[in-house]
């Protein structure tokens, strides 16, 4: 059968037609479905999720290990893509209790695909080359499992996490945005010194074709979502975050490195991605909700407050891995969660902070903070 080149140019737009239907359909069809019928898709999903290919158990839709990352099979997708409509629209106690008996296998294949998928290169936007290249996107699966395990997370009621998932959500934006800082620009020269680049998979990977410039779209939809994963899990489950609280100033900590900017002249000559001040400042909201939820929960976090603050004054003075500091438009819409973790720390535990500090623009930081903070943020007891 011989096709037009109109009816071709159109196979995207109706193969996306096609993906809404279905969705809509599964989701009418899991609003109120026999448990039996709730069971059969449920064990599809797990099935997918797990990459195991149906009649066939020695080959797997889940790979890793190439120059251009992992990957997984449109399988694997949609079953995430499945697994997220069941998560919003399964309702009644029986279906629940159903999803309940599944859900440790869901949460632990999430962990798999990521750790399989995780790469600098899922933040470089790809150019297929090869028509035959029908593999969903690595970057857009783990926003996907990442958005699924945020929404677990924040359903405590309903879905039961364990103590090593808490500690394993816990680390998954330090080992996304570990390499953040040392992403290049489009077509940049990637140097194979080591001591330029740790991460010789970093060199590799974006010096390869298939690669052109960072997605900057994707990279705040990610850190966002990896804002919105941490905030849950230290709302929901605060007393297992205590316990991995090393775990929790690391990743913290990664995503306060990414606020970092470097001039638009210096990032040219320099080769490095950066973010425009705008997405920074987009970015910098989303990180100030988990220093309020810090505030928030300060029976628990409150011991271990100025270590996250003593980690932001270190940042902000021009200590961070790029050693510039973070913008004044930046810095302001991140302050309100500066002063949160302030008021929630004791006199003792800021008199500490001025010790430790020692001469220097740290402790000056931290002196105009507590000025700023008296001023705008502190309750007087007046009207």
């Known amino acids: 059968m011989e096709f037009s080149e109109a009816s071709l140019s159109g196979r995207p737009y109706l193969l996306d037609e096609l993906k809404v239907r279905l969705r809509s359909s599964f989701t ?12 059969s898709a449920v064990q599809a999903i797990e099935r997918a999720l797990v990459g195991v290919r149906d009649g066939c158990t020695m080959s797997y839709d889940i790979h890793t290990g ?7 099979s449109s399988v694997v997708a949609a079953g995430i893509d499945c697994l997220d409509l069941i998560l919003e629209h399964v309702s009644g106690r029986k279906r629940l209790n159903v999803v309940k008996r599944h859900i440790q296998s ?8 990521i750790l399989n998928l995780q790469s600098p290169v899922i933040f470089y936007e790809r150019s297929i080359q090869n028509k035959g290249d029908t593999d969903p996107d690595p970057g857009t699966i783990i926003l996907m499992c990442v958005d699924v395990l945020a929404r677990i997370s924040g359903k405590h009621a309903l879905y039961q996490m364990e103590a090593w998932h808490v500690a394993q959500s816990l680390r998954i934006p330090s080992a996304l945005f570990q390499d953040f800082h040392l992403l290049k620009l489009s077509e940049a020269p990637v140097p194979n010194d080591s001591s330029t680049v740790p991460n010789n998979q970093i060199s590799n990977s974006v010096a390869s074709k298939h690669f052109s410039g960072v997605d900057r779209q994707y990279s705040i939809d990610l850190f966002a979502a990896c804002c919105r994963l941490l905030h849950n899990v230290l709302k929901h489950h605060k007393t297992e975050c205590e316990r991995c609280i090393a775990i929790l100033q690391a990743s913290v900590g990664v995503l306060l490195h990414c606020l970092e900017t470097v001039d638009a002249n210096a990032a040219v000559r320099k080769g490095f991605f950066s973010w425009e001040v705008e997405e920074g400042v987009k970015c910098a909201g989303c990180l100030r909700r988990i220093y309020e939820e810090i505030r928030h929960q300060k029976d628990v976090f409150g011991p271990h407050c100025s270590q996250f603050l003593s980690n932001y004054i270190w940042v902000y ?32 535990d800021l008199q500490r902070l001025h010790t430790l500090f020692g001469e220097g623009p740290c402790r000056n930081t931290l002196a105009t903070l507590k000025h700023d903070y008296e001023l705008n943020f502190q309750y007087q007891g007046k009207v």
Do not use: M, Q, W
Request: with cysteine.
């Open 317 to 348: 003075s021009g200590h961070g891995p790029r050693k510039t500091g973070i913008k004044r438009e930046i810095d302001e819409a991140l302050r309100p969660g500066v002063y949160a973790l302030i008021d929630t720390c004791s006199a003792d």
């Open 106 to 113: 869901f949460i632990s294949s999430l962990f798999n695909i």
């Open 28 to 39: 009418v069809f899991i609003k109120k479905p026999s448990e039996l019928h709730l069971l």
């Open 66 to 72: 190439s120059v251009d990352g992992g990957k997984v």
